[in-house]
C-alpha cells in the first residue's frame, strides 16, 4: 500500500491512461477523485474502491478551483488531459491551437494555481503533468500542434518545480511514447486505410509494439508515493525506446 494516506486527483480519467492511473493508485492504497468530462465514462468507477468520480470540465476555470479547493487535503494531482491534433504547421489552424493550448497546457496552470496553496499549507504535494515524448524530447511528423503544446508542458513543469522545491512540493512530467487507448483508436479509424495506420503508429515504437495504459500507471504511482521525493522537475519517458 505505496500510498495509503494519500489523496490524488486525475483529471481525464474515464479512459486511457488517466483511468489505468486512477486504478493503480486505488489499488495502492489512495483515495482518489477521478475526473473527467464526459459523466458517461465515470459509470465504470461505480463500486470501485477508494475512488470518487466527478465530472469535470478542465476548460471551465472556476469549475476546477471549486473541485480542488473542496478537497481537504490533496496531496497527489495528475494533470492528464489532452488532444491531440493531426498536420504541420502548414495544416495548424489558431482555433486547433487555441483549443490545444487550452486543454493541454492552461488547463494543467489552472489546476496547479488552484492545487497549490492547499498543499503548501499542509506542507507538500506531488503534481505530474501529462507532457508526451512529442514534446521538446522528441519532434514527430505531423504533430505540429501537440509537440508545441507538450513542449510547454515541460517548461511548465519545470517552472513550478524551480518555484517550490524547497517548500515540500515536487512537479514532474511523464512521456509516454504511444499508448493504445481509445482516443489512439479514434485517430487510427479516421484514417482511409486504418490498418496500415495502426502498422505505422508501431513502427515508430522500436519494441514494435504499443504501450498498453497500465504499463504507464506504474511511473504515476512511483512520482505519486514517498519513493520519489528526491525526483521533481524532470521528464520521465516510458516509450518503449523512443528515446533510445
Ligand atoms: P484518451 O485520449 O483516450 O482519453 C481522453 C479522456 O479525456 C477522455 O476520457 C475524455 O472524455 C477526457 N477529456 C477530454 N476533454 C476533456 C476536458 N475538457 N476535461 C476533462 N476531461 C476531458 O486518453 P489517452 O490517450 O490516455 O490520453 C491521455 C493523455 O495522455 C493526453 O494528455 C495525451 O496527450 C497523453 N498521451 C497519450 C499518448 C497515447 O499514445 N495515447 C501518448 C503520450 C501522451
Redesign the pocket.
Known amino acids: 500500500m505505496r500510498l495509503k494516506g494519500k489523496t490524488a486527483l486525475v483529471?481525464?480519467a474515464?479512459?486511457?491512461?488517466?483511468r489505468a492511473a486512477v486504478m493503480a493508485m486505488a489499488a495502492e492504497g489512495a483515495q482518489v477523485w477521478a475526473t473527467?468530462?464526459?459523466p458517461k465514462?465515470l459509470d465504470s468507477y461505480d463500486g470501485v474502491q477508494n475512488v470518487r468520480a466527478v465530472t469535470?470540465?478542465?476548460?471551465d476555470k472556476a469549475a476546477i478551483g471549486k473541485l480542488i479547493t473542496s478537497i481537504p487535503k490533496l496531496d497527489v494531482l495528475f494533470n492528464?488531459?489532452?488532444f491531440?491534433h493531426n498536420g504541420s504547421i502548414l495544416d495548424a489552424t489558431d482555433a486547433d491551437w487555441d483549443f490545444a493550448f487550452n486543454?493541454?497546457v492552461r488547463a494543467q496552470y489552472w489546476a496547479i494555481q488552484a492545487a497549490l496553496p492547499g498543499m503548501l499549507a499542509h506542507g507538500g504535494g506531488s503534481i505530474i503533468n501529462?507532457a508526451?515524448v512529442c514534446s521538446s524530447l522528441k519532434g514527430l511528423p505531423n504533430r505540429f500542434i501537440y509537440g508545441t503544446s507538450k513542449a510547454a508542458v515541460v517548461g511548465l513543469t519545470k517552472s513550478v518545480a524551480a518555484d517550490f522545491v524547497a517548500k515540500g512540493i515536487r512537479c514532474n512530467a511523464i512521456a509516454?511514447g504511444?499508448?493504445d487507448?481509445?482516443?489512439?483508436g479514434d485517430r487510427i479509424n479516421s484514417y482511409a486505410d486504418p490498418a496500415e495506420a495502426r502498422r505505422n503508429f508501431i513502427a515508430r515504437q522500436p519494441m514494435g509494439r504499443l504501450a498498453q495504459?497500465h504499463e504507464i500507471a506504474p511511473i504515476i504511482v512511483y512520482l505519486a508515493s514517498d519513493e520519489s521525493v528526491f525526483a521533481t522537475g524532470q521528464v520521465f519517458s516510458v516509450d518503449g525506446g523512443m528515446m533510445i
Not at 14 to 18: A, F, N, S
Not at 56 to 59: E, G, H, K, P, T
Request: proline residues 6%; aromatic residues 0%; glycine residues 12%.
Open positions: 483529471t481525464a474515464g479512459q486511457g491512461i488517466g473527467d468530462v464526459n465514462l469535470l470540465d478542465v476548460l492528464c488531459a489532452g491531440v486543454l493541454n501529462m508526451s509516454p504511444t499508448v487507448t481509445p482516443s489512439l495504459a
